[in-house]
Protein backbone atom coordinates (compact mmCIF):
# COMPACT_ATOMS: atom_id res chain seq x y z
CA UNK A 1 0.00 0.00 0.00
CA UNK A 2 2.36 2.29 0.91
CA UNK A 3 4.28 2.02 -2.58
CA UNK A 4 0.99 3.14 -4.06
CA UNK A 5 0.34 6.14 -1.76
CA UNK A 6 3.81 7.51 -2.95
CA UNK A 7 3.06 6.93 -6.48
CA UNK A 8 -0.20 8.87 -6.29
CA UNK A 9 1.39 11.46 -4.68
CA UNK A 10 4.81 11.39 -6.65
CA UNK A 11 2.04 12.65 -9.34
CA UNK A 12 0.24 15.04 -6.85
CA UNK A 13 -2.93 13.25 -5.67
CA UNK A 14 -3.65 13.13 -2.79
CA UNK A 15 -3.93 8.88 -1.97
CA UNK A 16 -7.92 8.96 -0.14
CA UNK A 17 -9.01 5.78 0.66
CA UNK A 18 -11.34 5.41 -2.69
CA UNK A 19 -7.93 6.34 -4.80
CA UNK A 20 -6.21 4.26 -3.35
CA UNK A 21 -8.63 0.99 -3.44
CA UNK A 22 -9.27 2.08 -7.10
CA UNK A 23 -5.61 1.84 -8.16
CA UNK A 24 -5.20 -1.47 -6.62
CA UNK A 25 -8.02 -2.80 -7.99
CA UNK A 26 -6.91 -1.60 -11.74
CA UNK A 27 -3.28 -2.79 -10.76
CA UNK A 28 -5.29 -6.32 -10.10
CA UNK A 29 -7.24 -6.29 -12.74
CA UNK A 30 -4.31 -6.32 -15.33
CA UNK A 31 -6.45 -5.06 -18.24
CA UNK A 32 -8.51 -2.50 -19.35
CA UNK A 33 -11.96 -1.65 -17.40
CA UNK A 34 -14.78 0.44 -17.90
CA UNK A 35 -15.90 2.89 -15.55
CA UNK A 36 -19.17 1.10 -15.20
CA UNK A 37 -17.37 -2.35 -14.48
CA UNK A 38 -15.30 -1.04 -12.12
CA UNK A 39 -17.99 0.37 -10.41
CA UNK A 40 -19.21 -3.12 -9.49
CA UNK A 41 -16.39 -3.29 -7.23
CA UNK A 42 -16.96 -0.03 -5.20
CA UNK A 43 -20.63 -0.47 -5.04
CA UNK A 44 -21.28 0.54 -1.78
CA UNK A 45 -19.28 4.18 -2.91
CA UNK A 46 -20.85 6.98 -4.85
CA UNK A 47 -20.95 6.39 -8.54
CA UNK A 48 -19.86 10.65 -8.71
CA UNK A 49 -16.53 9.70 -6.46
CA UNK A 50 -15.47 7.31 -8.71
CA UNK A 51 -15.75 8.96 -11.96
CA UNK A 52 -13.66 12.00 -10.11
CA UNK A 53 -11.04 9.50 -9.33
CA UNK A 54 -10.75 8.54 -12.87
CA UNK A 55 -10.64 11.76 -14.41
CA UNK A 56 -8.17 12.90 -11.61
CA UNK A 57 -6.01 9.69 -12.53
CA UNK A 58 -6.21 10.38 -16.55
CA UNK A 59 -5.10 14.06 -15.88
CA UNK A 60 -2.49 13.07 -13.69
CA UNK A 61 -0.70 10.39 -16.30
CA UNK A 62 -2.20 7.58 -13.70
CA UNK A 63 -4.56 5.66 -16.15
CA UNK A 64 -5.09 5.96 -20.29
CA UNK A 65 -7.90 5.99 -22.12
CA UNK A 66 -9.13 3.40 -24.80
CA UNK A 67 -11.35 3.48 -27.30
CA UNK A 68 -11.73 -0.44 -28.48
CA UNK A 69 -14.76 -0.20 -30.67
CA UNK A 70 -17.31 -1.47 -28.08
CA UNK A 71 -18.51 2.02 -27.84
CA UNK A 72 -17.18 2.17 -24.00
CA UNK A 73 -14.17 3.78 -22.51
CA UNK A 74 -12.10 1.50 -21.03
CA UNK A 75 -9.21 2.63 -19.04
CA UNK A 76 -5.99 1.03 -18.25
CA UNK A 77 -3.05 1.95 -15.68
CA UNK A 78 0.14 3.63 -17.53
CA UNK A 79 3.56 2.64 -16.96
CA UNK A 80 6.09 4.53 -14.94
CA UNK A 81 7.31 7.06 -16.27
CA UNK A 82 4.33 7.40 -19.29
CA UNK A 83 3.38 11.10 -20.31
CA UNK A 84 0.78 9.48 -22.93
CA UNK A 85 1.70 11.64 -25.90
CA UNK A 86 1.50 11.29 -29.31
CA UNK A 87 4.78 9.94 -30.68
CA UNK A 88 6.37 9.47 -27.21
CA UNK A 89 4.36 7.16 -25.49
CA UNK A 90 1.60 5.65 -27.21
CA UNK A 91 1.23 1.66 -27.64
CA UNK A 92 -0.89 -0.76 -29.22
CA UNK A 93 -4.02 -2.02 -27.89
CA UNK A 94 -6.03 -5.39 -28.39
CA UNK A 95 -9.50 -6.20 -27.91
CA UNK A 96 -10.57 -9.87 -28.09
CA UNK A 97 -13.91 -10.66 -30.15
CA UNK A 98 -14.61 -13.87 -27.89
CA UNK A 99 -13.44 -12.74 -24.36
CA UNK A 100 -13.96 -9.09 -24.61
CA UNK A 101 -11.45 -7.93 -22.71
CA UNK A 102 -8.97 -5.13 -23.92
CA UNK A 103 -5.17 -5.16 -23.06
CA UNK A 104 -2.31 -3.06 -23.45
CA UNK A 105 0.57 -4.23 -25.63
CA UNK A 106 2.98 -1.68 -24.20
CA UNK A 107 5.94 -3.23 -25.77
CA UNK A 108 4.25 -2.25 -29.10
CA UNK A 109 4.58 1.01 -29.65
CA UNK A 110 3.01 2.83 -31.88
CA UNK A 111 5.67 4.67 -34.74
CA UNK A 112 5.68 8.15 -35.43
CA UNK A 113 2.97 9.04 -38.13
CA UNK A 114 3.66 11.65 -40.04
CA UNK A 115 0.61 14.05 -41.12
CA UNK A 116 0.60 16.38 -44.28
CA UNK A 117 1.26 19.99 -43.40
CA UNK A 118 -1.79 21.59 -41.53
CA UNK A 119 -3.02 18.57 -39.80
CA UNK A 120 -2.16 18.44 -35.91
CA UNK A 121 -2.21 15.03 -33.68
CA UNK A 122 -3.86 15.32 -30.96
CA UNK A 123 -4.77 11.81 -29.89
CA UNK A 124 -3.86 8.47 -31.82
CA UNK A 125 -5.85 4.88 -30.66
CA UNK A 126 -4.87 1.68 -31.95
CA UNK A 127 -6.68 -1.27 -31.49
CA UNK A 128 -5.92 -4.65 -32.83
CA UNK A 129 -8.89 -6.99 -32.87
CA UNK A 130 -9.10 -10.73 -32.96
CA UNK A 131 -8.69 -13.92 -30.43
CA UNK A 132 -6.31 -13.43 -27.39
CA UNK A 133 -4.06 -16.15 -26.43
CA UNK A 134 -6.02 -17.36 -23.78
CA UNK A 135 -9.06 -17.59 -26.04
CA UNK A 136 -6.65 -19.09 -29.31
CA UNK A 137 -5.34 -21.88 -26.51
CA UNK A 138 -2.46 -21.25 -28.45
Known amino acids: MEKI ?4 ESKGIRPTAMRLMTYRRLAQLNVAVSL ?3 GKDFESSERSTLFRTMKTFEEKGIVHQIEDGTGIIKYA ?3 DNCE ?5 DLHLHFHCNSCGETVCLTEHKIPQINLPEGYVAE ?4 VVKGICEKCSGV
Do not use: A, H, S
Open 5 to 8: VKKL
Open 84 to 88: CEVGN
Open 123 to 126: DINL
Open 36 to 38: GDL
Open 77 to 79: LCE
